[in-house]
């Protein structure tokens, strides 16, 4: 469900609509982790079809949202957001469902009830027992894997190690296989301006990102770097790769970002947002939108459930070559 209080609810709600179909034929089962109090009033604020006229659609409830106020994120809604994914992984961890679709939370609500995690990954690493997932953007043939994500700037150098960087390319490698291409192509952007000019912009490239690079060559893979920041976006946009390595945050988010959102050129308003954001390096299956609460537009019925969809789609594609690769394995044994 995500934080009640932003869109998640919304975008749910409008998804279904769009996957009736899919839903109505048994080809999609779908099973929801949130407050029915939460679907109830948005669907009667919205004039939206509400869960119970979608047979076949499972929810788990995880507590009343009474007092919730749209665009105001609470101790409350934190704890309702938090029961979700905790329900959710639960389900999934217990093979009641294939994989997990997450819609935004909200950080400071998820302090406010007392649950300190800088983000969705990180949460579902600790309830999943796992360590150092990675967090990967896709946006169509875009696709952007994160050495590290919600950390301050200055922390990055030092978190850049040989050694989460093998786990970073490994597991991005992993995913473009489960996602259908045979022959990967990746790319790791550099750190530093112009891969450090040769050591006077910074060693930390040809140090630490060159060596390693080095040892997945010597494997096999079709993997360059570092490259450049500035024009490694650019090729991969060309069809050169298949997936970027960034080596933070703002490096991997803002061109995936600047791609998928889609702007009303009258309003300067953003319309929609496309992209999906995948965790890996979980026991489970998760994908999630690539946008966050919108608490701004809570509450007002002009949420776009694109990202959401696309999501969907990820996680049921996932999940089949999951299914696939599993069959393959015990008949081979």
């Not at 709600?13 to 089962?29: C, Y």
């Not at 530093?192 to 912009?201: I, M, Q, R, S, T």
């Not at 988010?253 to 979980?282: M, Q, T, Y």
Request: some cysteine.
């Amino acid at each position: 469900m995500g934080d009640p209080a932003g869109i998640g609810p919304e975008i749910i709600l409008k998804a279904l609509g769009a996957l009736r179909p899919s839903i109505a034929s048994g080809e999609l089962q779908i099973t929801i982790a949130g407050s029915a109090d939460a679907f109830a009033s948005t669907a009667r604020l919205m004039r939206l079809p509400g869960l119970d006229t979608y047979p076949g659609v499972a929810l788990i409830d995880v507590g009343p949202a009474e007092g919730i106020v749209a665009g105001s994120p609470s101790a409350l809604t934190g704890e309702l957001a938090y029961r979700s994914i905790a329900a959710a992984v639960e389900a999934t961890q217990g093979g009641r469902t294939d994989a997990i679709v997450t819609a935004p939370i909200s950080k400071e609500a998820l302090h406010l009830a007392g649950h300190n995690y800088p983000g969705h990954t990180e949460l579902l690493a600790d309830l999943t027992g796992s360590k150092g997932p990675v967090m990967m953007l896709a946006h169509e043939g875009f696709r952007v894997s994160h050495v590290t994500t919600h950390i301050p700037l200055e922390q990055v150098p030092g978190r850049v190690t040989p050694e989460r960087l093998r786990r970073v390319i490994a597991l991005t490698h992993e995913a473009l296989l489960a996602l259908g291409i045979a022959q990967p192509r990746i790319a790791v952007a550099a750190l530093n301006p112009h891969a450090g000019e040769g050591g006077v912009l910074g060693r930390h490239d040809i140090d630490v990102a060159e060596p390693v690079i080095a040892e997945f060559k010597a494997r096999g893979m079709a993997i360059d770097g570092p490259v450049p920041g500035d024009t490694v976006f650019v090729k991969m946009r060309g069809g050169h790769y298949d997936a970027v390595i960034a080596m933070y945050h703002d490096q991997g988010h803002i061109p995936v970002k600047l791609l998928g959102f889609s702007i009303d050129p009258k309003s300067g308003r953003w319309e929609a947002l496309s992209g999906v954001n995948i965790s890996l390096g979980l026991p489970i299956i998760r994908t999630s939108v690539d946008h966050g609460t919108a608490f701004d537009i809570a509450g007002k019925g002009v949420a776009s459930e694109r990202s959401l969809l696309d999501a969907i789609a990820y996680a049921a594609q996932l999940s089949r070559r999951k299914a696939t690769a599993a069959a393959a394995a015990a008949c081979a044994n």
